[in-house]
Protein backbone atom coordinates (compact mmCIF):
# COMPACT_ATOMS: atom_id res chain seq x y z
CA UNK A 1 0.00 0.00 0.00
CA UNK A 2 1.02 3.15 -0.88
CA UNK A 3 -0.27 7.25 -0.54
CA UNK A 4 1.64 10.15 -2.05
CA UNK A 5 0.24 13.40 -0.75
CA UNK A 6 1.28 16.44 -2.65
CA UNK A 7 0.43 19.73 -3.45
CA UNK A 8 2.11 21.92 -0.41
CA UNK A 9 3.69 24.74 -1.08
CA UNK A 10 4.36 28.08 -0.05
CA UNK A 11 1.27 30.96 -0.29
CA UNK A 12 0.50 33.62 1.34
CA UNK A 13 -1.88 34.44 4.30
CA UNK A 14 -5.89 34.32 3.41
CA UNK A 15 -4.84 32.13 0.69
CA UNK A 16 -5.69 28.39 -1.13
CA UNK A 17 -4.28 25.60 -1.41
CA UNK A 18 -5.47 21.71 -2.65
CA UNK A 19 -3.80 18.76 -1.09
CA UNK A 20 -3.97 15.51 -2.89
CA UNK A 21 -3.33 12.08 -1.71
CA UNK A 22 -3.26 9.31 -4.28
CA UNK A 23 -3.36 5.79 -3.08
CA UNK A 24 -2.19 2.30 -4.74
CA UNK A 25 -2.69 -0.97 -3.22
CA UNK A 26 -5.54 -1.27 -1.79
CA UNK A 27 -9.23 -1.14 -2.28
CA UNK A 28 -9.86 2.78 -2.31
CA UNK A 29 -13.41 2.98 -2.13
CA UNK A 30 -13.44 0.52 1.09
CA UNK A 31 -10.80 3.33 2.84
CA UNK A 32 -11.42 6.16 5.35
CA UNK A 33 -9.14 8.36 4.45
CA UNK A 34 -7.90 10.94 6.57
CA UNK A 35 -5.57 14.20 6.71
CA UNK A 36 -3.34 14.99 10.04
CA UNK A 37 -1.00 17.85 10.24
CA UNK A 38 2.10 18.46 12.28
CA UNK A 39 3.49 21.69 13.43
CA UNK A 40 7.22 22.64 14.24
CA UNK A 41 7.43 21.60 17.84
CA UNK A 42 3.91 20.51 18.04
CA UNK A 43 1.59 17.15 18.05
CA UNK A 44 1.00 15.77 15.00
CA UNK A 45 -3.08 16.61 14.65
CA UNK A 46 -6.38 15.34 13.21
CA UNK A 47 -7.35 17.84 10.36
CA UNK A 48 -10.43 16.10 8.07
CA UNK A 49 -11.53 12.43 7.40
CA UNK A 50 -13.92 11.20 4.50
CA UNK A 51 -15.38 7.96 4.48
CA UNK A 52 -14.98 5.47 1.37
CA UNK A 53 -18.29 6.64 -0.21
CA UNK A 54 -17.55 10.55 0.64
CA UNK A 55 -20.32 10.38 2.15
CA UNK A 56 -19.43 11.31 5.73
CA UNK A 57 -17.09 13.92 6.64
CA UNK A 58 -15.72 15.10 9.75
CA UNK A 59 -13.27 18.13 10.35
CA UNK A 60 -11.50 19.54 12.86
CA UNK A 61 -12.43 23.00 14.81
CA UNK A 62 -9.44 24.46 13.34
CA UNK A 63 -10.26 24.11 9.90
CA UNK A 64 -14.19 23.98 9.99
CA UNK A 65 -15.07 26.48 7.25
CA UNK A 66 -11.97 26.84 5.27
CA UNK A 67 -11.46 23.28 4.42
CA UNK A 68 -12.88 20.66 2.57
CA UNK A 69 -12.17 17.24 1.99
CA UNK A 70 -13.48 15.19 -1.34
CA UNK A 71 -12.31 11.97 -3.02
CA UNK A 72 -12.54 10.47 -7.04
CA UNK A 73 -12.49 7.05 -6.21
CA UNK A 74 -11.98 6.50 -10.12
CA UNK A 75 -9.11 8.24 -9.60
CA UNK A 76 -8.26 6.93 -6.45
CA UNK A 77 -7.38 10.16 -4.71
CA UNK A 78 -8.80 12.00 -1.88
CA UNK A 79 -8.23 15.88 -2.12
CA UNK A 80 -7.80 18.69 1.00
CA UNK A 81 -9.07 22.46 -0.33
CA UNK A 82 -7.66 24.51 2.22
CA UNK A 83 -9.11 28.53 2.42
CA UNK A 84 -8.09 31.66 3.81
CA UNK A 85 -4.67 30.12 5.26
CA UNK A 86 -3.49 31.21 8.33
CA UNK A 87 0.06 31.21 9.46
CA UNK A 88 -0.92 28.54 11.92
CA UNK A 89 -2.27 26.39 9.28
CA UNK A 90 1.65 25.78 8.54
CA UNK A 91 2.77 22.22 9.01
CA UNK A 92 3.76 19.35 7.28
CA UNK A 93 0.20 17.69 6.11
CA UNK A 94 -0.14 13.50 6.08
CA UNK A 95 -2.70 11.48 4.56
CA UNK A 96 -3.40 8.07 6.01
CA UNK A 97 -5.82 5.24 5.21
CA UNK A 98 -8.50 3.23 7.48
CA UNK A 99 -10.32 -0.04 6.98
CA UNK A 100 -13.28 1.77 8.44
CA UNK A 101 -16.57 2.64 8.14
CA UNK A 102 -16.65 6.09 9.82
CA UNK A 103 -14.19 8.77 10.19
CA UNK A 104 -11.35 8.09 12.58
CA UNK A 105 -10.15 11.52 14.61
CA UNK A 106 -7.19 9.36 16.30
CA UNK A 107 -3.94 8.52 14.63
CA UNK A 108 -4.30 5.20 15.89
CA UNK A 109 -7.30 4.06 13.66
CA UNK A 110 -4.99 4.89 10.65
CA UNK A 111 -3.19 1.13 8.94
CA UNK A 112 -1.43 3.18 6.43
CA UNK A 113 0.59 6.63 6.19
CA UNK A 114 1.96 8.72 3.35
CA UNK A 115 4.93 10.94 3.33
CA UNK A 116 3.74 14.09 4.42
CA UNK A 117 3.82 17.54 2.23
CA UNK A 118 4.91 20.80 3.94
CA UNK A 119 2.71 23.61 3.66
CA UNK A 120 4.22 26.92 4.45
CA UNK A 121 1.44 30.25 5.31
CA UNK A 122 3.49 33.35 5.37
CA UNK A 123 1.91 36.54 7.45
Known amino acids: VQLQASGGGLVQAGGSLRLSCAASGLTFSSYVVGWFRQAPGKEREFVAAITGSGGMKSYAYSVQGRATISRDNAKNTVYLQMNSLKPEDTAVYYC?????????????????WGQGTQVTVSS
Open 96 to 112: AAAARIVPGRAEYEYEY
